[in-house]
Structure formats: C-alpha cells, structure tokens
C-alpha cells in the first residue's frame, strides 16, 4: 500500500502484496478495519512515519493506485477518513511504470499490484525503502534490484 522515500537515514514504505491466492492489498484493509487482526502494526508503522517527518527527516508514505483500487479505497468517501488522515499519496499506473510493471509480470507472473509495487519502488530515488507486506517473498522478487526492507505484517 505505501512508499516512504527519504533523503538520509530514512523509512519508507510501501505497502502492498499478501498471498497471491488472496487479495492484495492486506496493508490497506488493515489500516481501513479496525477491527482487522494486523490493524495496529500498520498503524504503528504509518505513526512512527510521521513522527519521523515531524522530526525533520523526509518521508513520503505512497500507495499504488492499483493497490488502492484493489481495496476499494475511495478517497471521497466518509468511510475512508481513517486512510486518509495518514496523508498517503497515490503513485499512479502512468506510462513509465506499465512499462516497468509489465515487464516484472512477464518475468515473474505477480499481480497487477504487485508488479505495479515492484515498478514503483524501481522509480524511486531513495536510499531506503520499506515495504509493508504479508508476502516478503514476492516482494523481493519484484523489487529487485532495488533494494528494499520489507517488514511482515
């Protein structure tokens, strides 16, 4: 579901990718349900983002919009006001990043999500990235060769 890109010591994130055989976008489920049994490490992980950022260290919290779509997340709706307090911005599926993402697909026959995850973090200038996910193995594969973080959720 997020990026974070910083310039320094740094925590990013990107959060995105569960199982393949179950939706992917777990990161942004947990964060919508409170009632969700990851519900709090993600928040925990998104609090101690803009902690960071209050601290002066550049941080960026991102989400895949085809992550977003996948969840159902809807910026204009009352429902999402819990995501949307946490000032997570949309990477967009543009030109560039299909290109990238469809190649990760061919290669490693990840979902859309995931490979628009893995294409994402490719684009960005960061010294560290991390990855918020229920599937390191998968984001590993299409991260490479960037290198990345991934913290279990």
Known sequence: MRVHRARGPFLGT???GVRRDQSHNEAVQALANQAHPKHRAVVAHLEATTTRRRRGRLTD???????RVEAGWDRSQASSAVLNRFRVQDHPLDRATVDVA?????????SVADAHL????????????????????????????????VVVI
Do not use: Y
């Open 102 to 110: 469809a190649s990760i697909v061919a290669a490693t026959g990840v």
């Open 118 to 149: 893995g294409a994402a973090v490719r684009s960005l200038p960061s010294t560290e990235i991390v990855v918020l996910s229920s599937d390191p193995t998968d984001m590993a594969i299409v991260c490479t060769p960037a290198a990345v973080r």
């Open 14 to 16: 990107i959060t995105a």
């Open 61 to 67: 919290a991102l989400v895949p919009s085809s992550v």
